[in-house]
């Protein structure tokens, strides 16, 4: 139970920083979505919940695009970190609905040395923080990045997203996943092929199921 002393001063904060919707930046009177922005995001329905991607089941709770795509932009490149909270309520909601039951650990896709220290911060680690604090546990960093490969971002076709992710992950130095049932969480799966890298070296480590959560996914093209 959180003490008299810590509720004080997160309401002080609060009235210093207000929470805001992340999408559009109206001030909340607690952290979340406004209702204006829950009627118009691009909410992916019950009937589309789970994509396949090489045997990899991955899930969001939104379509890449329109103010969910600039959100994730700011998020990701340009600092705002005040998102990473609503945006990880979001996906512990969409775990809850979806994966209940399927997972004990819960990791997150790793970024290289070198754009951590550019970008100050690894989005998918805040993501899976924010997430994990609604469930009172730690997500635990289970993968390295071992290159410091161009971002996915900046390739538009699919072979040469999947070209560019080989080889660039292993298994965190000391960490064992033999046995276990793991969530990795991403900001975005477009191609998907940054979460089945990351799952083919958790499966060869011993992993005995593995479920991608991203706060989005791009829709997918007539006839794939």
């Avoid at 899976?128 to 289970?142: E, F, G, K, T, Y």
């Amino acid at each position: 139970m959180k003490s008299r002393a810590v509720t004080l001063w997160n309401g002080f904060l609060d009235l210093l920083f207000p929470p805001k919707c992340p999408f559009c930046g109206a001030v909340r009177t607690r952290p979340g979505i406004c209702g204006d922005c829950a009627d118009a995001l691009p909410w992916v329905p019950d009937g589309e919940a789970f994509r396949t991607v090489r045997g990899l089941s991955c899930t969001a709770p939104l379509f890449y695009g329109g103010a969910v795509r600039d959100t994730l932009l700011k998020f990701k490149f340009h600092g705002y970190v005040a998102a990473a909270e609503p945006l990880g309520a979001l996906l512990a909601t969409c775990a809850a609905e979806r994966l209940s039951g399927l997972f004990d650990t819960v990791t997150y896709v790793p970024i290289s040395r070198e754009r951590r220290r550019q970008r100050g911060y690894n989005q998918a680690q805040l993501l899976a923080d924010a997430a994990c604090r609604r469930w009172d546990v730690r997500p635990q960093a289970l993968l390295v990045k071992v290159m410091d490969n161009p971002p996915q971002s900046g390739i538009s076709d699919a072979a040469g997203r999947w070209a560019n992710v080989a080889g660039v992950y292993r298994l965190a130095p000391g960490q064992s996943v033999s046995g276990r049932r793991v969530l990795l969480i991403d900001d975005i799966c477009t191609s998907g092929a940054t979460f089945c890298e990351c799952a083919r070296v958790l499966h060869e480590s011993g992993a005995a199921a593995i479920y991608g959560l991203s706060v989005a996914r791009a829709r997918e093209k007539s006839g794939q």
